[in-house]
């Protein structure tokens, strides 16, 4: 929102919400009909197009938020360090509502420009000239001086303050704009297409043409990395005039009061307001090399549509907790084709782990990889060896990029598929790189979340390394630790934690344990057996689901992180906002505090050194609010 926002700053669909779409039905609908309903040689091709047409320029805009955000993630070509955070995510939300401005001008204005039955076609060689001198000549010029008019105080604390809290830009950036400054946008840019339309040589190529170039040339200038070769500028210097670079727009970002062009900086070399840092940005950018991080995370896919939980995913829904026991949303149905797409070709690529995130943090580099493989393929066993292939390989990678800690995400670390990662340490005993399974602090979150003054607790699912580990150090605090009705579970935990806590160990033969440890394979059944005000705490990399409301449910092991942790505007899958898994948090720790071991195989560190450093660095609990309640 603008510092103080001025009249018709608000969109007038607003208050639809996602429901927004709706608007655009009854002229979709009318379109397609009337070409289904028409004889062949009166269908009329550019009125059924528009609606395409629209869903192509939203398809184009991801593209480019995909791209951008993979390549800063990576560093190479990047032009601001700064990082975004979740207030510019969710301020930039409505980034489609230009597009269904464009939807309607175009759907209103072939109505009523056009006589029934008139179509346009195809292509007119005049009409695209027409259309590109007046881009060249009164769009730009009209666009320069509006823009120099927006940055006076008055217009730009009301309207164009809007756009500039943006320091860092993303393609979308480009769009976010007050409903006020859209409306006047789209009377310039209507002066070659109505021009072309009066004089009869408009055509479809044009329209439709000028629109993507448009689209094109905003999400190039905002993608915050430089992809315009010097090559370019040396065989056709005339360019220089006609033809902006992402550097030469971010510099408007960052110093405000210059390079105020649209797309072509001849207004800014004539008036004289071409920023001086321009040249030094343009090449320091296109030379800057891919950057390794200090730590890396491990992760993997998990359900199929996942993949636009990713930060390189849909801004809209990596800025959210991937809810996976709620039903799926109403546009992920509509993409369901897409998805299945997006399976095929991952598992057809043999594929690699590639950059997810990029985060700042105490000096350190901390990067996110995923490994382009489902949580089912991790299920198979005849996936197996080919899954530790690619987790290998990303270890590999990682050392020679000269990665100082790999930490191991989600089923990276299974007990079947690698002992907890001990394999790649066994098979390349060579590595500099320290491999995290993040297992202690995992445990220490556990730990700490059991409210005090609890003297027994019921541990429900898969027994693993944590959970051990956790029954051993409450039996050492004297806690009972209880499972139910299960005799070979009892022998496996008096089997790891030997006879002298074989008192602290029992067999209980009801549910009326008010704090629960759950892990993987635990029976929904017994959750519903539960009593009422329980608590669920899990110690598994993935959520239990929730059954019941008059319990409390934990997170999975995780922590809130500082607010030094930059460059945060992702959800690490479930977990809420500025929330990380204690698994990835494990691997940051291991290198803040120069803990020089590999964390895997049985490995357990020290469980209070693990926490207090985690809260040293300012790292805090993210259930103190259930523990406090409990």
Not at 7 to 33: C, E
Not at 135 to 156: C, D, K, N, S
Not at 345 to 372: D, M, Q, Y
Not at 533 to 554: A, H, N, V
């Amino acid at each position: 929102m603008a510092t103080t926002p001025g009249i018709l700053t608000d969109w007038p669909w607003k208050p639809l919400g996602n429901f927004k779409y709706v608007i655009l039905a009854p002229w979709a609908i009318h379109s397609t009909y009337s070409f289904i309903v028409t004889e062949e040689n009166e269908k009329d091709l550019g009125h059924f197009l528009i609606f395409p047409y629209l869903l192509l320029r939203m398809l184009h805009n991801q593209i480019w938020i995909s791209l951008s955000r993979y390549q800063t993630a990576k560093g190479a070509k990047r032009i601001v360090d700064k990082g975004i955070e979740f207030e510019q995510v969710d301020r930039e939300r409505n980034w489609d509502d230009q597009i269904l401005l464009n939807g309607l001008v175009l759907y209103i204005g072939y109505v009523a420009v056009y006589p029934l039955g008139a179509k346009v076609p195809l292509w007119r060689t005049d009409g695209v000239i027409i259309t590109a001198l007046l881009h060249t000549g009164p769009v730009e010029f009209l666009y320069y001086w509006f823009h120099r008019a927006l940055h006076h105080h008055f217009l730009y604390n009301r309207y164009h303050s809007h756009h500039h809290a943006s320091i860092v830009t993303e393609p979308i950036t480009s769009v976010i704009h007050p409903f006020a400054e859209h409306i006047v946008y789209y009377l310039l840019f209507t002066i070659p297409l109505l021009t072309t339309v009066f004089t009869r040589t408009a055509s479809i190529a044009s329209f439709a043409g000028y629109i993507f170039y448009i689209d094109f040339m905003n999400n190039m200038g905002h993608c915050n990395f430089e992809l315009v070769p010097k090559s370019l500028f040396s065989v056709f210097p005339i360019l220089k005039f006609f033809m902006y670079t992402p550097s030469f727009h971010s510099l408007h970002h960052t110093q405000f009061r210059s390079n105020y062009s649209l797309f072509m900086p001849i207004y800014d070399i004539i008036y004289g307001t071409v920023d001086e840092s321009t040249d030094g940005v343009y090449k320091s950018s296109l030379e800057r090399e891919e950057e390794s991080g200090d730590v890396v995370h491990l992760t993997h896919l998990t359900t199929p549509d996942s993949i636009y939980h990713l930060r390189l995913g849909l801004a809209s829904m990596a800025s959210n907790p991937f809810n996976t026991s709620s039903p799926c949303k109403w546009y992920l149905w509509l993409l369901w084709p897409l998805t299945c797409w997006f399976v095929v070709i991952i598992n057809w690529i043999k594929g690699r782990a590639f950059i997810s995130e990029s985060n700042s943090f105490k000096n350190l580099k901390v990067h996110s990889w995923v490994v382009p493989r489902y949580k089912l393929q991790y299920l198979l066993p005849w996936r197996k060896e080919a899954i530790n292939k690619l987790i290998e390989e990303a270890i590999l990678d990682a050392d020679k990029k000269g990665v100082k800690v790999l930490s191991l995400g989600l089923l990276n670390q299974g007990e079947e598929l690698n002992r907890n990662g001990e394999l790649y340490i066994k098979r390349n005993p060579q590595l500099k790189i320290k491999v995290v399974d993040g297992s202690s602090l995992a445990m220490a979150v556990v730990l700490n979340s059991i409210p005090k003054g609890t003297t027994k607790v019921l541990l429900r699912g898969n027994l693993n390394k944590v959970a051990f580990a956790i029954a051993n150090s409450l039996c050492q605090r004297g806690i009972e630790v209880a499972t139910i009705n299960r005799e070979e579970s009892m022998q496996k935990l008096k089997e790891e934690l030997g006879p002298q806590h074989t008192s602290s160990l029992v067999l209980s033969t009801n549910y009326a344990e008010k704090i629960w440890l759950v892990g993987d394979g635990w029976n929904e059944e017994e959750q519903m057996m539960a009593k009422k005000g329980t608590i669920f705490i899990p110690f598994s990399q993935f959520p239990p689901k929730k059954l019941r409301e008059d319990c409390f449910y934990f997170t999975t092991p995780a922590m809130v992180t500082p607010s030094s942790l930059k460059n945060m505007h992702s959800c690490e899958n479930w977990l809420p906002r500025r929330v990380m898994s204690a698994w990835r948090i494990a691997g940051i720790l291991h290198v803040l505090e120069g803990w020089n071991i590999n964390e895997c195989g049985d490995t357990i560190f020290n469980i209070d050194q693990v926490w207090r450093a985690s809260i040293q660095h300012g790292f805090h609990p993210l259930d103190e609010q259930i523990i406090n309640k409990s």
